[in-house]
């Protein structure tokens, strides 16, 4: 095996094993486990007449294109799921398109540059599957993030909403014109499904399935139990908009401690391949030896080995489950 070939699967692996550490952590998704667990025991599964109709009237109908990537991406459904939850109208079509396009323009760059191909291809097929990869991934969690932000808002304004003698699905509807953003586009959807026959508790489910975040969760969980055994709804929302107010100070002060840990780490490790950089667009023969000469090969891949498994016990160091 050449000291090339050696150094790319080295640096594959290191990318592997920082993505892994920068999943999500298994204590959420045992948390997420128990959650939808609570759930099934106090949601209905909606009907399949009620599915079919659901789809006739809201389903968009599949291109050609769309078609043809289902059949190729592994997954497909899990990418459309991804897809809706950055809020934007893209479709797998349109995603594996992106990908294919970036893979090709990055390939056409690199052999213009006299990169050679067994190097150009790799580099071309992991950017145009990373790029919008790292797009949709970025899209959803700032979206999340507006989200869990006003989220105690709406919560607030349907607790007045209820004080004030309106029904809970009036109240919903109310959020959803007031409120900007993600929590408005939300809601509205939920109102809109329940204007066409869709149950409450379904049509919040839904939605809880789609954005995946614990807070909502919590509103369909609550709303749920209050429907089976009663109860004053406004006060249970009310102490609900308090928890989660103070789970999003929590996060911010776990943010704020472990930010200038995370600040160090990202100089240190990036700290070589900068000057790697820096030096190679200096004098480039010089730095040729790096890939002709074994042992500087093995030590390149032992340093990048060791990098990675700092990486992953530092990122789950700063890991927490609130």
Not at 34 to 40: Q, T
Request: positive net charge.
């Amino acid at each position: 095996m050449s000291p090339l070939i050696l150094l790319l699967l080295a640096s594959a692996i290191t990318l592997g094993l920082l993505a892994f550490a920068l999943a999500t952590p298994s204590t959420q998704k045992a948390g997420a486990r128990r959650l939808a667990g609570l759930r099934a025991r106090h949601v209905p599964v909606p009907t399949n007449t009620i599915e079919a109709q659901m789809r006739r009237i809201t389903g968009r109908s599949a291109t050609r294109a769309d078609l043809a990537m289902t059949r190729i991406l592994p997954n497909a459904a899990e990418l459309r799921k991804r897809l809706s939850m950055t809020g934007k109208a893209w479709t797998v079509g349109q995603y594996g398109i992106a990908a294919g396009t970036i893979g090709v323009v990055t390939l056409l760059l690199l052999l213009l540059q006299g990169v050679p191909v067994l190097i150009a291809l790799p580099v071309g097929m992991m950017l145009g599957v990373l790029a919008p990869h790292l797009a949709v991934a970025f899209l959803i969690k700032r979206r999340i993030g507006a989200f869990i932000a006003k989220f105690p808002d709406a919560i607030e304004l349907l607790v007045r909403g209820l004080r004030s003698g309106l029904p809970i699905s009036e109240t919903m509807q109310v959020v959803a014109a007031e409120v900007p953003g993600p929590v408005g586009e939300e809601f509205r959807s939920v109102s809109d499904k329940m204007r066409i026959g869709r149950s409450m508790d379904v049509a919040l489910q839904e939605t809880a399935d789609r954005l995946m975040t614990a807070e909502f969760q919590f509103f369909v969980i609550t709303i749920s139990i209050q429907r089976e055994t009663g109860g004053n709804l406004a006060e249970t929302l009310q102490n609900l908009a308090t928890v989660l107010r103070q789970r999003g100070q929590m996060k911010l002060k776990i943010k704020a401690m472990s930010s200038e840990s995370k600040a160090s780490a990202y100089i240190i490790g990036s700290l070589p391949f900068i000057v790697f950089g820096l030096i190679y667009t200096i004098n480039p023969p010089y730095m040729q030896t790096f890939f002709s000469d074994i042992r500087l090969t093995v030590t390149a891949v032992g340093g990048l080995v060791w990098m990675a498994i700092g990486a992953f016990i530092m990122a789950r160091m700063v890991s927490f489950e609130i």
